[in-house]
């Protein structure tokens, strides 16, 4: 079956601009998380969707947000970037969060800010 | 401050030896994850752990959890090349969120 699909693979923005990130999770995957990987603070944890409603978030900005769509889907924005957002932005899907059988991560998008 | 202290961070051995990776925490999580991640790809779960001094063997790769459910390790056998990646454990401690350790990055020289 297909896995998780994260798009675009690559993207080049200017400070100040936005940003719109895209996932498709497992079929049949309810739950959608976004975490940020950079080589400083390693991979933390944006915030998690299930059925369209955020469960739960962590210790970003306002500047980031997310939404998820009735099919699962889900998109995050990233508004006024600043040069620190350069990241590896992953998606993981799960069926209703990954507690007892872990998450299945898409390959990222790799954002860098000039 | 980081909540999962892996140990060590950079390990280069030869084929053929084996060792250990350290997943340290004073937190208790309800189940510990690891991953293997190569370059410009998202982790790939390798196993999950969920009750206290469990033991999994995948292969040649044993993952164990703490007694107290704050520690974990991963023991691998006579390392191969294959196994050269970056590994990294990640605790679940409720509320869909994990908090990943900082990775132990691995080489496996033949």
């Known amino acids: 079956k297909a896995g998780v699909t994260q798009t675009p693979r690559y993207l080049i923005k200017t400070r100040g601009q936005q940003v719109t990130l895209s996932c498709s999770p497992i079929?049949?995957?309810?739950?959608v998380s976004w975490y940020q990987q950079t080589p400083g603070q390693g991979l933390q944890f944006l915030f998690e969707y299930f059925s369209e409603t955020q469960r739960n978030k962590g210790n970003f900005p306002g500047r980031f947000s997310g939404r998820q769509f009735s099919n699962s889907r889900s998109e995050m924005n990233v508004s006024t970037l600043e040069l620190g957002d350069s990241a590896l932005y992953l998606c993981?899907?799960?069926?209703?969060?990954?507690?007892?059988?872990?998450?299945?991560f898409g390959s990222g998008t790799r954002l860098t800010v000039v | 401050t980081q909540l999962l202290e892996q140990s060590p961070q950079f390990l280069s051995i030869q084929e053929g030896e084996n060792l250990t990776v350290y997943c340290n925490s004073s937190s208790v999580f309800s189940s510990l994850q690891w991953y293997r991640q190569e370059p410009g790809e998202g982790p790939v779960l390798l196993v999950t752990?969920?009750?206290?001094?469990e033991v999994k063997k995948l292969k040649r790769l044993t993952f164990q959890f703490g007694d107290a459910r704050k520690d974990s390790s991963l023991h691998i056998t006579a390392a191969q090349p294959g196994d050269t990646g970056l590994y990294l454990c990640a605790g679940d401690q409720g509320a869909q969120k994990l908090v990943f350790g900082q990775g132990t990055r691995l080489t496996i020289n033949p």
């Open positions: 752990v969920v009750t206290g001094g």
């Open positions: 993981a899907s799960s069926l209703s969060g990954g507690r007892n059988y872990g998450y299945t």
């Open positions: 079929s049949g995957h309810r739950s």
